[in-house]
């Protein structure tokens, strides 16, 4: 399985980003997939997941109402838009395909065996 992030950048607070992670071997609509995130000396912690026809999502407490997940499985891609940005959203994102089949989102990153490379979100003040 490859996963391939983008669209990060450098963007002021109040602004937005919207991240694509593009997958490829393994059937995309089948699988759930979440966006996580990584500061120096934290543990990666989960952002935002959605399960595989789209139709359920989840957010971390921290992004919701600023950060919408979404997928489109013709294309094997996910999305992570971002509004309203904070400082504390200064990360490396990574997103990431579940070990195994099923409709439950979960937030514990041992349960994703697929990992794209990260790409880096920084907001200026």
């Known amino acids: 399985v490859q996963l391939q992030a983008s669209g990060g950048g450098l963007v002021q607070a109040g602004g937005s980003l919207r991240l694509s992670c593009v997958a490829s071997g393994r059937p995309f609509g089948r699988y759930v997939m979440a966006w996580f995130r990584e500061t120096p000396g934290k543990d990666r912690e989960f952002v935002s997941g959605?399960?595989?026809?789209?139709?359920?999502?989840n957010h971390a407490d921290s992004v919701k109402g600023r950060f919408t997940i979404s997928r489109d499985n013709a294309k094997n891609t996910m999305y992570l838009q971002m509004n309203n940005l904070k400082l504390e959203d200064t990360a490396v994102y990574y997103c990431?395909?579940?070990?195994?089949?099923?409709?439950?989102?979960?937030?514990?990153?041992?349960?994703?065996?697929?990992w794209g490379q990260g790409t880096q979100v920084t907001v200026s003040s």
């Open positions: 990431a395909m579940r070990r195994s089949t099923g409709n439950a989102i979960t937030t514990l990153t041992s349960y994703y065996d697929s």
């Open positions: 959605v399960n595989p026809d789209g139709t359920t999502t």
